[in-house]
RNA sequence: GCACGGAUGUCAGAGCGGCUAUGAGCGGGAUUGCAGAUCCUGAGACCUGAGUUCAAAUCUCAGUCCGUGCUCCA
């Protein structure tokens, strides 16, 4: 089963080919660090995350490059409100982006370059489109002429430049900047007072946004390369503007293979936006939800679809994750050591554990399928959720070698998908260690235990309505009881 | 206006020609004094109209509604 994926530019699924056999080269665009990452940032990279793992799993070996956007109008004026130097500003944020996604367990691309890094390379490469007649100097920076390659127009948003140029108007003059025309876009802005600077031919200056990623790009992986991702959002014009100034200048066409972009995040049914106040930064939502539950609610949609943030589906992904983190519990206290080797699966079997096997070895299959059709978490988080069921039947039913086997064989398979693919299983150490107390715990241990002892006893003796009316007193005490086979447990609500 | 994407049970959300996921919620059952957890099981859906086909949620056409982009944005 080819792995296919879906090509903006294509606008279709297509088959996965690389430029290199085995070897797959992956930009996807970074953030720019003038603030803290929020939940969109967090699906993004999310996705990405995702196709970073299943391309390696299946055997490729992917380097995978994303930048910091470090200069910018935003940080600009975020670095003068806050009056901090722009640099720390944008240290700071890195730094943020760092530890939000780790905790999110999202793994490290191989290279995070910064845009200042790469001046010296867009000066070059504005020069040289300056040189082929693509871009022209003007009075408050460089401009790139969009009617200079007209057969690029609109690969990627699919419209046509006649139905552009027909829309314009005269918007031109009225946006006082020194664009010929309204589609052009800026390679290079001139100073203005007090900001940070850059010589160059065309005078002091800063390089404007688009041009950045071409030159990060083409430094890592030359004129053209297989994938380049992003949010929903930058499709127009950020992408649009690379397809221009990276193939007009290297005459490569084209210079992206797969174009892969995510859908966007809402928030209880609305756009995410500060100005409607249902911004939510990724810290805010981890201090009230596992990480790896908002991992999990993320990835419980196709990447591509938008995705309606709100309560429910936290609270959903809440008790699937616990499902999952429960039944690995199981799986890996119950592992044996030297079992005999389990039985070849079939799920025709009569006998359970066979057919048990052979449908684990079937939704394994089912899980790959998924991911190779255009990376479906969403289908392949079903196909563990199915196996999870099937896992806790037989891990209370099975004995013996045949447990310990099979206990084996689960924590495999779900460490083989949910853990290194999905990335939303905590560690075996995490899993089984215990639990830090909670010092409130400690604080009325005591008296639980007490009424706890109290209610036992009446409920050896059949007295319900006693027995209820400790566990409301207990309740209201904020801690709830539970009855095992192995006797009532407690915890704080 | 132009462009792109959607419309699936109460909700979330897969499937995209024949076999109707998955989860939450709800009904029944097992276990339990009850509750919780777990397992078994049930009900319930494919926006509208036309067409193609032996067969359509799935393809085609038309329509309706919704979202997003066309300005910085993951």
């Known amino acids: 089963m080819p792995l296919r994926v879906h090509d903006t530019r294509r606008r279709e699924k297509v088959d996965f080919t690389t430029m290199n056999p085995g070897v797959v080269n992956m930009y996807v665009c ?5 603030d803290l990452c929020h939940l969109g940032h967090a699906r993004c990279y999310l996705a990405f995350d995702l196709i970073h793992r299943w391309l390696e799993k299946s055997g490729y070996d992917v380097n995978y490059v994303q930048n910091f956007t470090d200069i910018d109008d935003k940080i600009i004026n975020r670095a003068i409100e806050t009056e901090t130097d722009w640099r720390e500003l944008v240290e700071q944020n890195i730094n943020s982006y760092y530890r939000d996604m780790d905790s999110l367990n999202i793994l490290r691309a191989d290279k ?8 010296d390379e867009m000066i070059d490469i504005t020069s040289d489109l300056i040189d082929k007649g693509h871009a022209y100097a003007a009075e408050d920076g460089v401009y790139f002429s969009v009617e200079s390659a007209p057969e690029k127009y609109g690969q990627l948003t699919g419209q046509s430049i006649d139905a552009v140029r027909s829309g314009a108007g005269g918007r031109v003059g009225d946006s006082g900047s020194g664009k010929r025309d309204h589609k052009d876009f800026a390679l290079w802005k001139s100073a203005k007072p007090g900001e940070p600077t850059w010589d160059s031919p065309w005078g002091e200056g800063r390089p404007g946004w688009h041009i950045e990623c071409t030159a990060m790009s083409m430094d890592s992986f030359g004129a053209q390369f297989d994938i380049h991702g992003g949010g929903h959002d930058l499709l127009f014009p950020h992408h649009e503007a690379e397809i221009f100034q990276g193939e007009c200048h290297t005459g490569c066409s084209p210079v992206v293979h ?24 990724i810290r805010d939502i981890v201090e009230k939800v596992d990480p790896l539950v908002l991992r999990f609610s993320l990835i419980n949609a196709h990447y591509r679809s938008p995705i309606d943030m709100n309560e429910q589906l936290l609270k959903d992904a809440q008790k699937n994750h616990s499902r999952l983190v429960d039944v690995y519990k199981a799986a890996l206290e119950l592992m044996g050591v030297n079992c005999p080797p389990l039985p070849h699966g079939d799920v025709q ?10 449908l684990l070895e079937k939704m394994a299959q089912g899980f790959a399928v998924a991911m190779d059709d255009d990376f479906n978490s969403r289908e392949a988080c079903a196909k563990v959720l199915g196996a999870l ?14 447990l310990g086997a099979y206990a084996v064989h689960c924590v495999e398979w779900l460490e083989d998908t949910a853990g290194s693919v999905l990335g939303v299983l905590p560690t075996r150490e995490q ?20 009424l706890i002892e109290q209610r036992s006893i009446a409920r050896s003796s059949k007295d319900w309505a006693k027995a209820d009316a400790i566990r409301e007193e207990l309740a209201l005490m904020g ?15």
């Open 112 to 119: 995070y370059p910064r845009c200042t890094d790469f001046v």
């Open 431 to 450: 899993v089984l260690a215990e639990p830090e107390e909670d010092p409130r715990k400690a604080q009325i241990a005591d008296k639980v235990e007490e």
């Open 479 to 493: 801690v709830v009881v539970t009855d095992t086979a192995q006797g009532p447990i407690w915890d704080l609500v």
């Open 258 to 281: 797969h174009w892969l972009h995510n859908g966007f995040v809402n928030i209880d049914g609305e756009k995410m936006s500060k100005s409607l106040g249902n911004f939510w930064t």
């Open 30 to 34: 970074g953030v720019t660090v003038y």
């Open 349 to 358: 079997s009569a006998i359970p554990l066979v057919r048990s096997v052979g």
């Open 389 to 402: 069921r099937e896992m806790s039947k037989m891990l209370s039913t099975l004995e013996g070698d045949d």
